[in-house]
Each structure stands twice: as structure tokens, then as C-alpha cells.
């Protein structure tokens, strides 16, 4: 495919007009007394993260770390229901998942599982609030705004491809339930609007938001972006003031010209695809958010999310009919998923590119929260089930849940953390936390553990107080075997 | 190998005796070598080459060793690193001179030029590395702390002046005790707190406060009162800096008088004092309103006190703005909008001297435009939304309606802080906060909440540091913070660090307990305490904070910045706490407040202008008011003016009609839960009868997202594809006594399941003046699939259709349009609507915070929102029909007419020049819309000069 450039060939080809452009950062509000302390710079492992969402919980016992098979019969008993679905094989020996996830993994010998990632604790679960604890490590509310991690990524290592957006966000829409919530995280923040999420809701619709307005051809487009510049030049009415914010308006406008108007803004151009590839992504818009995906990793995105989409009671928020939903939801992303690194490992982007598949917390038939702190039961389920709607994962369970990872420097194969076989399915080796998997992208990204800004005299960090520590058991561990090899000299 | 690691760590102590060598042998070689120029005293040569072969040995060895003192102990830092490299450029280079001077010497260099450069370079290095080792022991203020102008640590110079002051007298007096207890306890604050506070408990030790003081650490006591011999801390500080258990460690040691007093502390019964230790600046919380001082020329006492102002700074006053920039500022100032063209011309032939004020006070009189203007500010600083957070739960609250009718009443500051702090249920969402379910962090509760944003809004102190731990920017302590929000608190609080329970309980007192008490029984009687406490004229520290925010607001920058940050020095300290004071005998009266800054000299010079953006942070010199961007309001409401409304529907409505009609649309479900509907068409139907009585009119209002078909009684009646716009058909000739039906056909477009409703109304008039509403509402019926047979008609059997769904408000508003009052012309003031993309990209703070000073730098995500937003480009479109209906195909007209209403002046001929040649004799849509896309982004429009 003649659009599969490698990122190389593509910075090749920037004009360095446009490169300029870019290379001008934009500075922030003009007392947000922000400095980054000087932490040194880590190497990095990946250029591109693309965060595959899982909105609205999804039960890891139906998913990636299937427990014992219990088929629906009339009369069976809640308690016995661990899982709703048998067991397959992957590609890995003896890693199973939950049927209906074949896909995926046939492609689990590309990447790595964390079993046991444990959601915090907040009391009485509410999605958008585990989520915006998911995506900024901060739980709400804070004092000042807390960036996501996007947002984070962006501010700290800038576009990867000056024509593209360093932070994506795709599938979500704003008119749902909860939506002041949704957008209290999608959102950069006190880091500024700069870093803020680009939003494309539909990804078949990702190329209206960087091309020039509908309707208007590329010549008029170019025409009025002239007479503009011609206007600001021959306007004698702004010499006083300073030059710099006229500059700084003048340049972003460039900037945004530049951006719309390049060819490279194709990459957003779904129909561009071959029709098998683009029918073999299409379950919705899900699958083509991952087909976008795919498109922008190969051409210099930074960071991609692609959203399930949180709707209340929908997508993985199943509070009845869990069997059945699950097994729709598992025909959503299973084939896009699987076509997405596949399509990266061959096109050799996948080293460079890390992907993280994750949800805000897990689900159960029984167990509300976690086991020992007591929240009230959001849904009730019968003792002895007698309509297979009850029949599933409808309760939220927040002591275990899983986290698939690929590419980006992530050991292949590797099965890490499990959880117990029995209910409660907590985890029981290798607890994981957030701070670790935000510290775990950042490490990929080669951002320091301890990057931080001043805001309000508040030194912010990326995870709380700068604590969060990365898995380095993800990366293989370089630590542990440099440990090895130099043990004499400790 | 590990056996042998002393042996390493060994030798690498030799390093601080050995790099002594390569100093000595090396400078004095450059020495005598400088001595040699010209070749005199050749008797010298011999040692020379000896001492730079020695030295060169010696440099290559200190090297090494150091790099093993560095790996085996534990040395680590910005500082050793850069010791580290100079040392081993020393090295190579002290190398490479020895082998430059055996090449001079064998011949092989034509002469000694290249080794003599070598030699200096060396002994440029040799200094630097012997520089920043020396830093490593004896601590980096080491050599500037001997100098007597330095002050870049914190001001010693009381201490010194105690310490000389008890020296000679025996007895010591409790004042004195006092001072001295403050003074040592600020010497821990600046040398040991980094290691020893509550937060970071090195050795267990503890020096922030008494209890930890006296309790010591884990090897025990560190103070005996009276002997400082005994006491552990008094001889771990009096160690030699080399000792390995000096204190404090890396590298830093404390000035000999630093010692001294610790030991006459000690001495003295380590007395304790009540006070509070001030570490950090803290601005006096009165005011003392300066004297004016003597001005020839300048009357207006801002003006007064900034003649002082420029003269102390070398500066003559430039000359005041001419009146279009006037004219345009101050209405952007007062009323958030632009004045027309026919206002301007006024203005400019008005030949009254004083028309300038004359202005103000008729834009201050303008109080709906001023409220709405204003309400923008308020909200942000207030944390005031119509949507956000928690509003799902009932966490939160809003106080827009209070906020409304007191900014109408222009109610005194005074007045207004009071209803803040101590609320009635229409102001109480202020100190409510936003509550999440769930648990949330200690720091985050509502009560810590209170304090937080009172202290911030109101105070401009900053709390929310301290409501975690003791605070690192300001002296304020968590139980300050914890007795600040007991204020709020039903029942008491417990103290918790970093969201860990302390065992402690707070008490309840304000963060200034010397304006008064607050105690009390119940938290009703203790706010009505704290307002009355809080807006004392002796809190200084109000009335500077709001004085501080409107010049800020008007000027561009605040005489303090960070306007939330009012212990910064001012750049005029007179002329804040002038104004201050004035506001306060004014009355508390916002609006003089802003006459009092608006009416001087000093608003009306022309923006000042600044290379760089960081002369406007530290060292700021006035020179002029900050160029400002249009605040995304201030934008929005602009090009309603000038193009085409932007808004059409408000968030909040103060005329406050409550609607009765709702928007409506077919309930669309999925797993029984409702969802979003489905792109396509829908089919309504509502059924009414009416008496027999003779209708004088009927009057329909509708508004569909996305588009409509309207039936009365079968007949095909309007149809509109943009909710926005609220058509009205007359309808009358349509109806009929008896059994009637409205028939709909909607359909909901896009892609992917989006909002959509149908908002209806009618108002049936009879000729008894009795009057008929028929809403759109619950009642009526609709059905997903085309209905067969004429489902328009009254006849038509809809008993198995379904029941709509109400789609309530909040995704479009309320339609300022949607009355029946008829045209009222106005379009939606941006302060009213609710946030919204576009808004947010131009800079509308999501108000989950208070926000005090907005982004105003241009961004590329809202370059994009304004270059190929579908919003805006909409807008624009729309205008440029509207342009074009008004103006035909008078391209002359159309320029003249943009330039005049937008940038307040006519075009100049190259400009005129310019847009005719994009217009032409026949001006298109899409022409007319570009030139107003390029008119509306362009410096001269986007700032307020």
C-alpha cells in the first residue's frame, strides 16, 4: 500500500516550512508558574501509545482470565456462575482466554497480560469516576485540574509528526449519561488547552476535522488564508502592544493552515483503505477507530485512544443479559483488535508502538467493590437464576481485572499476575495499581518517573507525589539482569 | 569481589588530600611559565617541565580516585555530577598538555604557543573543578555567603543583630527569649525542614514543631535544655563540615552566627515561643492608605500615585489613546461588547472635555449589559456553572441566580462576600463545593472545599497546599487549614496528612484568628461569625485581593502576580492599598471601583510594549496597560454583533419564563435502557379539541434538531432544517372546532446515533381574550417506521403508536427566540449559554476549579476550531446570507460596513483595494463569508489594544 510510508520516509518529506512552524512551542498562561524540574531524559522504548478502552467495565472472567465454565441451565445458582463462557486456547502455552476471543489470541504471542491490576478503592462505584482515575492516576476531585495521560504525553514529548495531533481520542461522544464527568478527564487539564484531546467521535468521520470546512474547495481555502495574511500585513492599526502575542496568534493560525491544508491529513482518510482490510475492521465504530488507529501509529500519531464508548448501562456496562452482551462485545473488538497488531507487526511498527488494552474495573455475578469493604449492590441479582437475563457479570468488582499489552518493548508471552481461581477472583500475585501502568507507558515513552510542573505552588506530578514506580518485569527487566551480571561490584 | 570494595572505597578517600597536588604543581607552572615569556629566565624551564608532568600524573590519579569516592560512597547530585566532568576534562586536558610540551620539547611543534594554551585552558579547569569541589564540602553559598551583598538566601541579618544584641548582657528578657526561639526555629526552616518535617521524617526527627523538637529522633533527645554540649543537634551542627555526621549534610553547613545561636538557645532553656514562625513573606493584613503624593499636572490620584510611580522609574508619560480606542475599550471593559459605528462617530464629534467619563458612568448605567458582561468574571472566580460535575447528583449547586440580580443591583462587595460566606439557599453552592459519590481524599472534602476556595477566590491565599500538609509556598500549617474548615463542618474534624489521620482534631478559627472569633455552637452561627470577621476594614487582605483582580482585569496584569497569590511583593504597593482603601470609603461599590481605574490618566495610555513575554513576570516595570485577546466571550458576542447571532439559546434565562413545552422525540431503547436516537426519520402525532369559539390567531412556535415537516390537520403547514431557528406560522385558517391533530415528521440526522427533539408550542387567542397552549410534551404519540395511509389526518388511528420520550434541555439551551412576545432582537449572550466546544477552545474555563486568569495565548487546537470549525464556519455562512439580503450586490457597501462595525474604522484604500478584489461586482455567499472569516481573525480585531 503505497500510504504505509514508514515514519522515517514521512518526517523526510516535511517541509521544513512546516517543521518550523511546529518547532515553535506555544507558551502557557502567562503566570501558571510551571517548570518542570530538570529530570534527566530516560531512553524510550516506544514513539506511539494507543490505548484500546474498554468503557464501562469489563469482567475479566468473561474476557482474558476466564475462570470455571458454569452453562446457563434455569435454576442454576448466582454463586456457582464464575464464568459464562468455556475456555480456548491462545497463542501462547497455557495462557487461556474466554471464547469468542480467538483473535486476539492467536496474536498473544505478541504481547503480554497483566493479570491483576487492582482499581482504587473510592467507595461507591461510579464509572466516570474510575475512569477519570484510570486516565489522569489522580482521583477526583482535585484542587486544580488534572491532566490525562494523553495530555501528559503530548506536553511532554510534543507531536511525533508535525501535522498530526499529538493526543487522539476516539469513540467517545459528549451527549451521553454522565457526560460532564466524561469530559472532566478527557481534558489536559492545568497543563492547558494546547494539550487537550483532539476528539473524533466517529473515526469514519475523522477526516472532516482536518480538512478545510466542508464545502470548501482546497483553492478557496487557500485563497482565503491569503487574503488574510494579506489583510494582517497591510493593517497600519496594531503597533502598539507587543509583538509577540500578535505573533503568537499569527503563528498559530499558520500552524493551523499548514496542518489542514497538507496531504498528509490523508491519513485520516478511512476510504483510503483497501475495501477486505477496511470490511475486516469494520464491527462498528469501534473496530474502525482501531483502523484509524492503525493509520495514524504508521504515520506519527503519539498517543490514540480508542473507546469502546461509555454509555450508562451499555457497551461493557452490562447490569442484565451479561452472557449475551459480553459475547456481542467480544465480536466488537476481538477481530479489529487482532487485525491491528498484526497489521502493525508486519509493517514493523509495532516495535515502536505500544498498545494497552484496558477497562476501569472488572465485573462479577455476586461481589459488589472489593472483598472486605462494604458498598451498596448496584443491581440485584437473584440467588437462583430463572431468566437467563440474570445470567452474567453484573455486579462491579474492583480487586481484579485484566490489562493486555503489545509492542513498544513489551516482553512477548509474558503472563503477569493471576488471580484466584475461586470467588472472590482477586488478585493474588503481583498486585498492580495505576501508578504503575501510567509509570509503565511513561517509561515506554521515556518520560522520567518524576516529571512534575509547578501549578498554584503545587509540584504536580504524573502520578501521585512522583511515587509510581514502572513494572519493569514488562520490559523484560534490564534491571534485574544488569543485577545479575554485576552482582560484584554491589 | 565484594571483599575487596574497602580497598576501593579506601583509596577514594585520598581524593580530597591528593587533588591538591594537580592545583599546586599546575597553577604555579603557569605561574613561572608566564614568567618565562619572551624567553627570559631560562633557569626556570627545567622545573617547569617537571611540575607539568607531576601535575598532569597527579590530575589523571585524582581523577580516578574521585571517580571511586563517587561509586563507593554514596555521592549523588546536579553538583557532583558537574564536579565530576570538569574534573576529568581537568584531567584529559592536563594530560594533553603534558604531551603537547613533550612534542615542543622533541621538535615535533614548531613552537610552544599550542602548549601554553593547553596549560591555561587546564588551570581554567583545574579552578572551576576546584571550585565546585570545594561547593561539595563546604556548601555551594561557601565563598558568597563571605560577600556583603548577598541575599539570596533568606534575611539573616535580625539574627546576627540579636546574636550581637545578647552577647553583652547576661540576663535575657522574655521578649528576647521569644525572638531568639523564632529566630533559630527560622534557621531550621531554611537548613533542616528539607530532611526533618512532618512530611519527610529523616532519622525520625522532626524540627517543624515543638512536640518533635523536644522529642527528638530515633537515636533519642537532641536538645538538653541549658547544654548545648550535651545536646545532640547542637553538636552534630558544630561538627567540622568534613565529618561524616555533620549536620545538615550535603554539602551545606551553617554560618558560624547560625551556630552560635542555636547555642545561646540552648543556653538560654530552649525556650518556646507561642508565636507563629513567618518563614516565608506574608503581606500585613491592614491597610494604610498612603498619603497622595504632591503632581504638578495629574489630579486623578491613580494618576498621582503613578507620576511618583514613572518619575522613581525614569519614565515620562506617553500620550493617552485617541478616542476610537477608547471607546472600543471601554465598552469591551463595562459591557463586553463593541461600539456600533454610530456611537464611535458620536463620540469622536462629542467636544465635551469630560465625555470620556461621561462614557463610563452611561456604560456603568448600561446594568444589563454590564451583568451580563461581568457575570463571566464572577463566574470563573466563583467556580459557577450551568454544567459540570456532580450536578448529576445533586453534589453541586448553582448560584447563578443570586449572582445575576446582585451584579444587577450592583450590591456592595461587602454585602456580597457575606451572602458568600454565610449563604441563604440561593448562594450556598459556593461553599457547597462539588461532591462526588464514593470516598474522596481528606483534602477534597467539602468543608476543606470551603476553606480552599474562600481562601483563593476571596483571600488570594492559597490553602489547598496546606490543607494536605504544612504548606512549602506560604506559612500556612495543616491545622490552620483543618481549624479554617472546621468553620464548615457539622461535626469535628480530624486532621490527616497526605490523606493519613493524624489522631488529632481541629479546632475551629479562621486563618487570621486577630480579626475575631468564630467560634460557636453550630456552623450557622459560625458563618454568620466569619462573614462579619471577614469583611472587617481591617482585613486588608479582602479588599486588596477583589482591587487587585479588577486591575488585573482592566490592565491586563495585576499590580500583584499571581493575582491568587497576595503575599507577592506589588510592583506599587501605594497604589494597590490607595485603591484598596478608597474601595473600602467608596462604599464597597464595585462599579466606582472600576470608574476609579477607568476614569485615570493611566487606563488610557496606549498598551505597552514588551520584547518578550518574561518582562511581564519578574522585574516588571508599568509602562502601559497588557494588550488583551478577546475573551472567548467577549469574541463570541462580537461576531453576534457584527455577523450573525452565534448563540441562540441560554443556559440560564434571567427574564427567567419557564417553558411548558418539551423537547421531544420517539423513546429509542436498546437492552431496555434509553439511548440516544438513531439517525433517520420519526413520525409525531397530537390530538387536541377545541370549543367553538372564534380564534382571533394561532400561533405556532417550533424548533426541530435536525429537521421537520409540520402538518395541521393534514395540511402541509412549514418545514425548517436548523433548531436554532424558531419559525413561527400562523396557523388559525388550519383549525377547527372540535378534534384536531398536529402531525410531525422529524428526522434526526449525522451518522451515528445523536440528540434529537422536537420543540413545539402553540397559543391558540379567542376573541374573549381566553388563550389556548398546545405543547409539545408526554401526551403526544410517535412511531419509528412510515406510517401507511394519511397519518397526517385527524382520522388516522395512532392507538399503536408509542409514547415520546422527553429529551429535557441540556443539550440545546434555552431558545432566547421561543417566545410569542414577538422578535426581540437579541441574540444569546455567550456569559449565559453553556460551555460549549467552541467556547472552550477560546478559552472558557471548564469552572470544576476557580479559575482566576484565563489562557489568552492562541493554541493550535482553537486556530483549528476557527479555521475549519463547522461551528463557526456556520455562523459565518449564515451572515454572509444575512449580509447579502441587506446589502445586494453593494460590494463597496459590504466592506465599508465590516470594517466600520467590526474594527470601528473605515478601511484604507489598499484594504479596500484588497476585499474588492475578493468581491467583485457580484459578491457570492461564499466570498462575503471568507472576507469575514479574514476581517474577524486578524490582530487588530482579536485584541483589545
Known sequence: MDTQNTRRDFIKKMTAASLAASATSIPMASFLSSCSTSVPKIPSTADTVILLWMAGGMAHTETFDPKAYVPYEKGVESKRVLSTFPKIPTAVDGLEFSKGLESIGSVMDKGAIIRSYKSADLGHILHTRHQYHWHTCYEPPQSVQAPHIGAWIAKELGPANPVIPPFIAMGQRFTVGEAEELKAFHSAGFLGTEYGPFLIPDPSGGLESVRPPQGMSIKRFEARYKLYKELAHTSKHMESGSDYQRKSLMRSMEQSYRLLNSPEAKVFDLSEEPKEVYDTYNTGRFGLGCLLAKRLAMNGGRFISVSTEYEPFLGWDTHENGHTRAE??????????????????????????????????????????RPGEQVKDQVDQPDIIEDEKFYGMHRHFTD?????????????????????????????ENPVVIDQVHQSIYHAMGIHPETQYTIEGRPFYTTPDGH???????????????TKKSSGFT | MEDFNWIFQFLGRFHPLLVHFPIGLLVVALFLELLTLGGKR????????????????FAVLSAVLGWLLRTQDDYSGELVDNHQYVGVATAVFAFITAILLQRTLNGKLPDSRTYRSGLIITVLLLAVAGHLGASLTHGEDYLSSALPFNNSAYDHSKGIALLAELKNTDSISDAQQDELNLEVRAIFAHNCYQCHSENKQKGELVLENKEGVFKGGESGVVIVAGKPAES?????????PNDDDVMPKKGKVLKDTEIALVKLWIKNGAHWSDQALKVFPEAELALVKPELPESGN?????????????????????????????????????????????????????????????????LLGDTHNYTQHWLSFWNDLLRNDYSGTGFITGGRKQITDWLYTSLEANKPYDVLV?????PTDVSEGFIKGIEWRGVVNASQRTEMQAAQNIGQSLLGVNVKCASCHNSFVSNLTLEQSYDFASIFADSVLELNRCDKPLGKMAKVNFLYPELGDVEAASVKERLSKLSEVMVKPENGRLYRTITNRFWQRLMGRGIIEPVDEMDNEPWNGDLLDWLAADFIDAGYDLKQLIKRIMTSKTYQLPTAHYGKQSEMKSNYVFEGPILRRLSAEQFSDAVSQVISPVYSAVAYNPNGEELSAKRIWHPEMKFDRNVLPEPGKRYFRKTFTLPNRIIESAQVLISVDHSYVLYVNGENVSKGSDWKKVDKPEVSQFLKTGRNTIAIEGENEGSMANPAGILFSMEIRYDTGERIRVDSDESWKSLADAPTGRWTSIEFNDTSWRE??????????????????GQNGEFARASLVQQHPFMKALGRPSRENVTTSRDDQATLLQALELTNGEFFNHVLEEGAGLWLERYGDDSEAIITELYRKSLGREPTADERGILLAVLGDEPKREAVQDIFWSTLLLPEFQFIN
Open chain 2, 418 to 422: 457575606k451572602e458568600l460566606v454565610n
Open chain 1, 468 to 482: 509510581g514506580k514502572p513494572i519493569l518485569d514488562l520490559f523484560g527487566n534490564p534491571l534485574k539482569k544488569d
Open chain 1, 328 to 369: 456481542k462485545m467480544k465480536e466488537m473488538i476481538d477481530r479489529p483488535i487482532a487485525q491491528l497488531i498484526k497489521d502493525l507487526d508486519e509493517s514493523g511498527h509495532l516495535d515502536r508502538t505500544l498498545i494497552v488494552l484496558a477497562s476501569e474495573f472488572s465485573r462479577d455475578a455476586i461481589m459488589e467493590g
Open chain 2, 232 to 240: 545532640e543537634l547542637y553538636k552534630r551542627i558544630s561538627l567540622s
Open chain 2, 298 to 362: 495629574e489630579l486623578h490620584p491613580v494618576d498621582r500615585l503613578m507620576d511618583a510611580y514613572f518619575r522613581n522609574h525614569g519614565l515620562d508619560w506617553p500620550q493617552v489613546v485617541d478616542d476610537r480606542i477608547f471607546i472600543r475599550r471601554a465598552y469591551l471593559d463595562i459591557v463586553g461588547l463593541l461600539p456600533t459605528p454610530e456611537k464611535i462617530t458620536e463620540f469622536q464629534k462629542d467636544t465635551n472635555p469630560n465625555k470620556r467619563e461621561a462614557l463610563i458612568n452611561t
Open chain 1, 400 to 428: 481484579g481485572s485484566s490489562i493486555l499489552l503489545w509492542g513498544g518493548g513489551i516482553e512477548k508471552g509474558l503472563v503477569y499476575g493471576k488471580t484466584a481461581d475461586e470467588r472472590p477472583c482477586s488478585s493474588i
Open chain 2, 804 to 821: 415520546v420520550r422527553n429529551y429535557g434541555t441540556s443539550n440545546w439551551g434555552e431558545l432566547v427566540d421561543f417566545s410569542f412576545e
Open chain 2, 42 to 57: 631560562p633557569g626556570l624551564r627545567e622545573g617547569i617541565h617537571w611540575m607539568v608532568y607531576l601535575g598532569a600524573g
